[in-house]
């Protein structure tokens, strides 16, 4: 059986005035049904893009996807879709929570009103039914006093209760996916883990599948199945999440591993990963990680790396894996 | 502001009394215009009577953005001097001792000083300048507000189809605009309507109303094009909304405020481009008034008769003024910058 979601060869562009920036290159990935999928990565990695890109989210121009570009959703390529063949896809199929929910929730309009939009963008549904079913939604996603809240605005909600109503109505179709971009990035800690509590709880319940953004690892050390590192637009590693997260093979993952502090170590001078990531305008040659790789060889600097096997559905993008017997599948 | 209401109420109530005579004929003649005009006289006191009785007390500070607003000095000002100058167009008709066109008699009450008669004294043809100069307000203000209602439209549809659809049509629409903009308004007015012997009103409307727009449609465009970047934006478009209710839902509501300011703006200025079109004698023609024309009556008499011409010219003074202030004020509550 195929998979729910298949990401192959996915490369965004963007058009700028300093040349093209390839913001995301050559990205290869998928999801089952069900499944969580953490990607993990720094800021300006092309996480978010990616996101974006599934959703056709991206302004074209000046966005544009390489001809090789496929985002298959049930067999079907979603960049090929006409533009209303892709709204029913949006937000029933296939939803999205954004980062900032200060920022995502528009200002004019009660909370009531745009979850109760999301049904109607969907569903034949009546206004007042669909009211009532906005209510039960966030009755669903743990806001207190439903009644009252659904007739208020953004700016009378908390952050964690503002992130909870664009939780209702990302989910308010049942999506088969959600993509869920840093959705706890803005809050405080406590509130971070009631969210993903609350995430995980309605994924399990709803039995979909979840794409989690973050650059915290610690986040997707518990909930994520399968992890996709990514740097510099293109995935570095992937596999499943204990399985990375013991034997990383990438020293890019490797880094950032050891830059987490941990409660079951003592506590020691942070790793940091030297350098800062090259702008997309101007990747380095060879592997894009080489600059700032402390097991770089020759070759990483002329010779962009292909993907290797390193078992068990883990794999990574690096020539130093070779040495240790791996072979290479010849994809990137 | 509260006696202020009292203060109309009392007013509305002793213009009502002392020309009830005149109110009971305007019922009569049945027709709807004449009716509404005679109910609006009756009604408004009513109306100020009834807000100063039930209006919160004076302590009351109003919260929000509408709150906001309301404590705007410029704002109620504004709103006060075009409230007024809107009520005395809207009951012209009863305000007016005379028919705007009534020659009362050349002979003896040509060119006379304001009196107690005739408080902005009367014209070389011997008619009332009070009754023409408040005639005159409801052309002068209808053919403003018509306009700028028909250009805002315009403008609003042109910037919000550049700035959704991009590409190609935005490019085209807006280098539409910028020769629209390219050339002098009035220039443009005197050459499109010298192509007609007379301008009818809708015609004189519908004229400054599609060489009106260019300005809007930028602002429109651009308040758009920021808008689609926004996150929420963004968002409601993740979940699935089509791109009909975006741009009522989301988009509308949110480029409202700059639209209105750009109309209370627009107004003073349209008002004074009829007045300048009706100077010439191409805008509202002869024997219909408006401030424009009466100006143009008394140009020849400036030296003997000066009052022809001041009573309009105050008139248009005032409105500019009210209208200015009034969007002004709105700006400012609005512009959290500027608060």
């Given at each position: ?131 009532a079913r906005a209510t039960e939604l966030l009755d669903v996603v743990g806001i207190a006093d439903p009644g009252e809240r659904v007739r208020e605005y953004p700016h009378q909600l908390s952050g964690g209760m503002q992130q909870r109503v664009m ?166 | ?339």
């Amino acid at each position: 059986m195929s998979p729910l979601l298949s990401v192959r060869n996915l490369s965004t562009s963007f058009v700028t005035d300093h040349g093209e920036a390839q913001a995301v290159d050559g990205v290869s990935f998928e999801l089952e049904a069900g499944e969580t999928l953490g990607l993990v990565g720094e800021s300006g990695c092309g996480k978010t893009v990616t996101a974006l890109s599934i959703l056709r989210l991206i302004p074209e121009p000046p966005g544009r996807f390489s001809t090789e570009s496929r985002i298959e959703f049930c067999d079907v390529n979603l960049l090929r879709l006409p533009p209303k063949e892709l709204r029913k896809v949006r937000g029933a199929e296939i939803a999205m929570i954004f980062q900032e929910p200060m920022t995502s929730l528009n200002p004019v309009l009660t909370v009531g009103s745009q979850i109760a939009e999301t049904l109607r963008a969907h569903q034949s549904i009546s206004r007042r039914s669909a009211s009532a079913r906005a209510t039960e939604l966030l009755d669903v996603v743990g806001i207190a006093d439903p009644g009252e809240r659904v007739r208020e605005y953004p700016h009378q909600l908390s952050g964690g209760m503002q992130q909870r109503v664009m939780i209702a109505m990302a989910l308010a179709c049942q999506p088969q996916i959600l993509i869920a971009d840093e959705p706890t990035t803005a809050l405080d800690v406590t509130v971070q883990a009631q969210i993903l509590e609350l995430l995980m709880n309605l994924k399990k319940q709803m039995g979909m599948a979840v794409i989690f953004i973050t650059h915290d690892l610690g986040i997707v050390a518990g909930i994520a199945d399968r992890i996709a590192v990514m740097y510099g637009g293109q995935i570095v590693e992937q596999g499943p999440t204990t399985r990375v997260f013991e034997q990383p093979a990438h020293p890019y993952t490797e880094g950032l591993l050891k830059a987490v502090p941990r409660i079951d170590r003592p506590a020691r001078t942070l790793a940091a990963i030297p350098g800062t990531v090259p702008t997309a305008t101007a990747w380095p040659s060879g592997c894009r990680f080489h600059p700032r790789c402390p097991r770089r060889v020759e070759r990483c600097v002329s010779d962009q790396p292909v993907r290797f096997d390193v078992g068990s559905g883990h794999h990574a993008n690096c020539w130093v894996v070779t040495q240790n017997g791996a072979s290479g599948d010849g994809e990137r | 502001m509260k006696s202020w209401l009292l203060w109309a109420a009392v007013v509305g109530a002793v213009i009502a009394t002392m020309r009830f005579a005149r109110v009971v004929e305007l019922l009569r003649t049945g027709s709807p215009a004449a009716t509404l005009v005679a109910l609006a006289a009756l009604g408004l006191p009513v109306a100020a009577l009834a807000c100063w009785r039930w209006c919160p007390p004076a302590s009351f500070r109003p919260e929000g953005f509408l709150g906001r607003v309301v404590r705007n000095r410029r704002f109620t000002v504004g709103l006060t001097v075009v409230a007024s100058l809107s009520a005395a167009a809207i009951l012209a008709p009863v305000l007016t001792p005379y028919a705007p066109h009534v020659q009362l008699d050349l002979a003896t009450l040509a060119r006379l000083p304001p009196s107690f008669a005739h408080p902005f004294g009367t014209d070389g043809f011997s008619r009332d300048i009070l009754s023409r100069v408040l005639h005159g307000a409801r052309y002068s203000l209808s053919v403003a507000a018509l306009s700028i209602g028909l250009a805002i439209t315009l403008g609003t549809m042109v910037g919000l189809v550049a700035g959704m659809s991009g590409g190609v049509i935005d490019g085209a629409l807006m280098r539409c605009v910028d020769a629209g903009l390219a050339i002098p308004r009035l220039f443009f007015l005197l050459v499109i309507i010298s192509l007609w012997d007379t301008v009818s009103l809708p015609t004189l409307i519908l004229v400054l109303g599609l060489t009106g727009w260019f300005g809007t449609s930028r602002l429109v465009r651009a308040e758009v094009l920021s808008l689609r970047q926004r996150e929420y934006i963004v968002a409601a478009r993740a979940v699935g909304v089509g791109r009909w209710r975006l741009v009522q839902r989301h988009i509308l509501p949110n480029i409202a405020s700059p639209i209105i300011v750009t109309a209370a703006l627009g107004m003073g200025n349209i008002v004074l481009i009829e007045a300048g079109l009706s100077y010439l004698g191409i805008g509202v023609r002869v024997p219909t008034p408006s401030w424009g024309n009466i100006i143009r009556d008394g140009h020849e008499l400036m030296a003997t008769a000066p009052w022809i011409s001041i009573a309009p010219g105050i008139a248009i003074v005032f409105t500019v003024l009210g209208f200015s202030l009034l969007g002004d004020g709105l700006h400012s509550a609005i512009n959290p910058r500027r608060r």
